[in-house]
Each structure stands twice: as C-alpha cells, then as structure tokens.
C-alpha cells in the first residue's frame, strides 16, 4: 500500500510516517512545505529506508500536488499538513485560513481528479484521510460550572469552533465531507484531543515547560491553570490513525482521545515533579511557575468519549498520561540535540543541506 502523508515533518504526521515504516511493509511520500514546524530530522531514523519518500510540495499549489499524485499513485492520502498553533492563529490567521481551508480544498481537489482516474478496483479501495480537531467542538462545560456526569465530545456533537485555528479546521472538515457527499470522493474524518510525546515543537505546553525548567526560565500558565485537556500520547494516536485509514468504512467520523482529562496547572506540576526526579536541582522546578494573562476566547475544557473507535476498529490506548509523560520527559532529557536545533532555528539550515528532495 502506498500512503500520501502531508504534514509528515510535523509533530503528528512525523509520528505516523514512524509508525508505518518501523511496523508496516506499506510505502510513505512525505508531502512537506517545511514551515517553522517541519523538521525532518524527527525523521532521520526512517529517513534511509526504501519505503520512504519526500518531495517539498505546498499544498495550496495544485500543480505540484498533482505531479506527486502522477508519479507515486497513492493508495491513500492521510491529510495531517495544517498551521495549529492556536496563540499564532490569534495574532497571524491568514496563514490559517491559507493552509488549513485553502489547502485542504488544493488537496481534495488534487485527490479528486487523481481518483477519478482509477480503475474501478482502486478507485473503490482508495481513501482519503482528514485529520482534525477536537477544538472544532468548542468547549465543554467546566467542574466548576455544573455538578455530576460531565458531558463528552462525541462524534454528533455541534460544531462550535472558538478561535481562528479551530475555525479554520471546522471549515476543513466541512469540506472534506462536502467533496464526499457530491463528488463520492471516499472520505473519512478523525478528531483528536491534545497530543503530546516526543518531537513535539517547544512552543507546545509539555515541551516548553520542560524547555523552560532547565534553563531556569518561568513557568507560565495561563490564567488560574484550570483549562481541562484530554491528552492523548502522540504513539497511540499514529497507531489510530493507520489503523482508521485501512479499516474504517468510507464517510465515518472518529474521535480519538486519550481518556486522560487534567488540568493544565496538574500538568506542569507533573512535569515538574517527573524534573525533580530525573534532573534534580536545589530548589523544586514548581517554584518557576509564573501565572499570566489568559488567552482570548480560551476554551475551559475539552474531553473525547473515543468509544466508537474501540468499539468498531479495536482501538484503544496502550499509555496511560503517567506512562506517557515519562516517556516524554525522558525523551526530551536524552535528546536536548534536537531540541536545540528546534530553538536555535539551525534543524532548517541543517535539514536542508542533508535532506532536502534527497529521495
């Protein structure tokens, strides 16, 4: 099997091109633009194999993609490219718009007019693959706002985006299922709650409080730290993902999450005790946490019920959040090379020298 990645430099995408060479025997084309957030050197330990490709292509340019659909014939496409970092969509969302709306409608485009093309057998087997949000939900209500069961996300539950970047992934995913229902084009839609693990971009919580704490800078949590997140280990989510692209019926929506509900100010505490640990130092790392000005328009709580994907496809997480965040803390301890280059800004210089359309 062939699979067309976008985004496969970024944190997500470079996770499941991981996962499908080391556990796979199916083929990978990395379609990459390489903004700030690709870096290739999250793929150097897959980046010799024959069964990997990459081609520097932006998916807003038509022609481009079509030349990478003529020459690898992709048996599926695994949409992951996307601007989403949410603070940089409040202060800069045209690159939002451009790459998460016009983008994905480049791309649907391109796959609709490769798939049109078929054969009959293939043309019935091919998939297309949209990675998405759960941000397109909005919020949930809070602990402090209402007593008992507290309601999840589920795959029916309203679109109620909240800030430019969970915008602009609403309005892709009501694309990508726009170019199924009149064109037939063979779509699936996942919506995952947040990723964390290692290669994950220091702008990110879990990595830059790490960043941070090491080189003795503050802490900061926005407002009283009480936002609610489901955080679900980059890994597991590579693992849903392959397996929804090659089991999931056409026109179905998943939601994956990792059953892991915290509090952000629960997280940074973790983290800092996982610190103490593993790099103790004089004082304790909780001590460098600075509290400030909370975000405009900041969600109060996110949380996936990912019955359906466990229930149909067999999924479920093998990390628990305190299994994971060890795992990454560790990584990011035992590989502050890459994180240096990340911060630095030299991975771009070095990644193009050593493998810019190398393959």
């Given amino acids: 099997m062939k699979i067309l990645i976008t ?57 481009a993609l079509q030349a990478v659909f003529n020459e690898f014939a992709p048996d599926a496409v695994m949409h992951l490219a996307a601007e989403s970092h949410v603070d940089r969509s409040i202060t800069g969302p045209a690159e939002f718009v451009q790459t998460n709306v016009v983008g994905t409608y480049a791309l649907l485009e391109a796959s609709r007019q490769y798939w049109s093309a078929l054969p009959a057998e293939k043309k019935a ?37 909240s800030s430019p970047y969970s915008s602009t992934k609403a309005a892709s995913d009501h694309l990508v299922r726009a170019w199924g229902r009149t064109y037939g084009l063979p779509v699936i839609v996942t919506n ?9 971009f220091p702008e990110k919580l879990i990595p830059l409080i790490i960043s941070n704490a ?5 802490l900061p949590i926005y407002g009283k730290g009480d936002q609610i997140r489901d955080w679900l280990y980059v890994e597991d989510h590579a693992r849903a993902l392959y397996t929804v692209v090659t089991k999931a019926a056409t026109g179905t929506t ?91 800004g030299s991975y771009q210089n070095w990644l193009k020298e050593n493998y810019e359309n190398r393959k």
């Fill in 125 to 161: 087997a091919f998939r297309f693959h949209h990675i998405s949000t759960d941000e397109v939900y909005g919020d949930l209500p809070h602990p402090d706002e209402m007593a008992g069961e507290l309601p999840l996300f589920t795959e029916t539950t309203p679109y109620a985006p």
């Fill in 7 to 63: 985004g496969g430099a970024g944190f997500i995408g470079s996770a499941v091109v991981r996962h499908i060479i080391d556990n796979t025997n199916d083929e990978v084309i990395n379609v990459d633009k390489l903004t700030y957030a690709g870096n290739l050197e999250s793929l150097d330990a897959v980046s010799q194999n024959e069964r990997y490709n990459f081609r520097k292509v932006d998916i807003c340019d038509g022609v």
């Fill in 214 to 218: 090491l080189e003795g800078k503050p």
């Fill in 192 to 200: 995952c709650s947040n990723n964390y693990g290692p290669y994950h």
């Fill in 254 to 344: 998943y939601n994956i999450g990792g059953h892991n509900e915290k509090k952000n100010l629960d997280v940074v505490l973790k983290v800092c005790e996982l610190l103490d640990e593993l790099r103790p130092k004089d004082t304790a790392y909780a001590e460098q946490i600075v509290y400030v000005q909370d975000r405009p328009g900041h969600d109060r709580r996110y949380a996936i019920d990912a019955d359906k994907i466990k229930k149909e496809l067999g999924w479920s997480p093998q990390e628990t959040f305190e299994s994971g965040l060890r795992k990454t803390v560790e990584w990011y301890l035992n590989n502050q090379t890459w994180v240096e280059h990340v911060k630095s």
